[in-house]
Nanobody
Framework: QVQLVESGGGLVQAGGSLTLSCAASGRTFGSYAMGWFRQAPGKEREFVAAINWSGSSTYYANFARGRFTISRDNAKNTVSLQMNSLKPEDTAVYYC???????????????WGQGTQVTVSS
């Protein structure tokens, strides 16, 4: 099993940047693809970005491509999401997720963190 704890959320002005981090427990972190999802009030949870087990491959939702960067450090059991040029519509609870699969999946994740709030003011 993997336990995930997100951090780094907060309040930022439009156009600003924020970096989210996710710390994972367990000795097999390197076996998991990792993803970030978000859920805005009144909306369904949506995929943001994913990274494969080695960090050699990434995949982004259209709205994230070019503004967000996902990365991982298997030595530290962490995955990060660097978010630039933030917009008010990026306001949401952001979740880290893990799945023991190859590739960069956008669904089917098995383990979830508790989420961290990101609020972008206009």
């Amino acid at each position: 099993q993997v336990q995930l704890v997100e951090s780094g959320g907060g309040l930022v002005q439009a156009g600003g940047s924020l970096t989210l981090s996710c710390a994972a427990s367990g000795r097999t972190f390197g076996s998991y693809a990792m993803g970030w999802f978000r859920q805005a009030p009144g909306k369904e949870r949506e995929f943001v970005a994913a990274i494969n087990w080695s960090g050699s491959s990434t995949y982004y939702a259209n709205f994230a491509r070019g503004r967000f960067t996902i990365s991982r450090d298997n030595a530290k059991n962490t995955v990060s999401l660097q978010m630039n040029s933030l917009k008010p519509e990026d306001t949401a609870v952001y979740y880290c997720a893990a799945v023991r699969r190859l590739g960069v999946p956008s669904d089917g994740y098995e383990y979830w963190g508790q989420g961290t709030q990101v609020t972008v003011s206009s």
